[in-house]
């Protein structure tokens, strides 16, 4: 089973990013390290630590289901973009590892995605 981050425009020609569910946890798990917590000590993540004690622009997309629940608006998308923009930075200048290298490609299209998003009004959608 995977999942699909996708603008909610109807267009299936529209970019999307897909990963194995596996594969976006880590990622996700890679993301909130680089913001400075643990997502897995996270509430709804089986940890106890609310999210009210962490400050991320990123926020809207690790503290989400892995399928459905609300989308994300077009103001989420367009702050969670220069931050992931940010830590792609971060991630290219660490050693070369696949892993690593992997999440920098996903986070690299889920940053077209998003500015997909923005440019043309939508939300994202989790699939």
Known sequence: MGLTLFPGDGDNSSPDVTWSCVRFDRFRERLARAEGFVLPEMWGFGGHRPWSDVSTTLEPLLDHPDVGGDELSTA????????LKSIIGQWQEEPDEPILQQHVQDAQ?????LRFCVDEGVELIFG
């Open 76 to 83: 989420d998308c367009a702050a969670m973009l220069p931050r």
């Open 109 to 113: 299209q889920l940053t077209v995605v």
